[in-house]
């Protein structure tokens, strides 16, 4: 059965940094593209950034350049690095798989339960 937890999110003020982390369990997932997606209060679920099976990256506009997505494929785990944080942050962070590098959620297989990062002005 395919798994994927989510972790490290939290409280923090703006202009803080969290390391959210994503373990996926119950098959290998290095020949496949991670994602995060967020889902803030009242919004619908947008795109943050995603990482192919070979590396390549794709950013969100709002996350380029304070975010940093990376894997580590002998551990199955994707991590967000997200420094500069800012109250619009605010969100429910979900891990997400799929076959390649996409920015909508219906192209992903298989999601986390998500963590919530809460960043306080």
């Known amino acids: 059965q395919v798994q994927l937890v989510e972790s490290g999110g939290g409280l923090v003020q703006a202009g803080g940094s969290l390391r959210l982390s994503c373990v996926a369990s119950?098959?290998?997932?290095?020949?496949?593209?991670m994602a995060w997606f967020r889902q803030g209060p009242g919004k619908e679920r947008e795109f943050v950034a995603a990482?192919?099976?070979?590396?390549?990256?794709n950013y969100a506009a709002s996350a380029q350049g304070r975010f940093t997505i990376s894997r580590d494929k002998p551990k199955n785990t994707v991590y967000l690095q997200m420094n500069s944080l800012k109250p619009e942050d605010t969100a429910v962070y979900y891990c997400?798989?799929?076959?390649?590098?996409?920015?909508?959620?219906?192209?992903?297989?298989?999601w986390g339960q998500g963590t919530q990062v809460t960043v306080s002005s």
């Open positions: 990482i192919s099976r070979s590396g390549g990256t």
């Open positions: 119950g098959r290998t997932f290095s020949a496949y593209a």
């Open positions: 997400a798989v799929g076959n390649l590098v996409r920015v909508t959620a219906d192209e992903y297989n298989y």
